[in-house]
């Protein structure tokens, strides 16, 4: 999950940001419970907040936001080149 960095560098305080961003986006069961564990609920979710979400599914965040607040901050994004694509819209 960490391929890019050396994992033995990673420091869960001063690393924190990327690790509960990287762990919310793409652990298992077994990685979520070692991530809540370490941090804490409250901790994610101010990870999360502080970041607006962004990148990162409902499905991965709905145990620490709700719908409404995650829809919020998708309708605040401008749109992307990729949602005219979706729509079937053409330039």
Known sequence: MFWQYDFESLSV???RTL???RLVEKANGEELAWLR???GDEIIREEI???KA???PYKRVRRWISLK???RW???RPPSIWDARSSGSAH
């Open 13 to 15: 305080e001063r690393d």
């Open 19 to 21: 690790i509960v961003r």
């Open 37 to 39: 564990s370490t941090y």
């Open 49 to 51: 907040v502080a970041i």
């Open 54 to 56: 962004r990148g990162l």
């Open 69 to 71: 607040q995650y829809a």
């Open 74 to 76: 998708t309708s605040e």
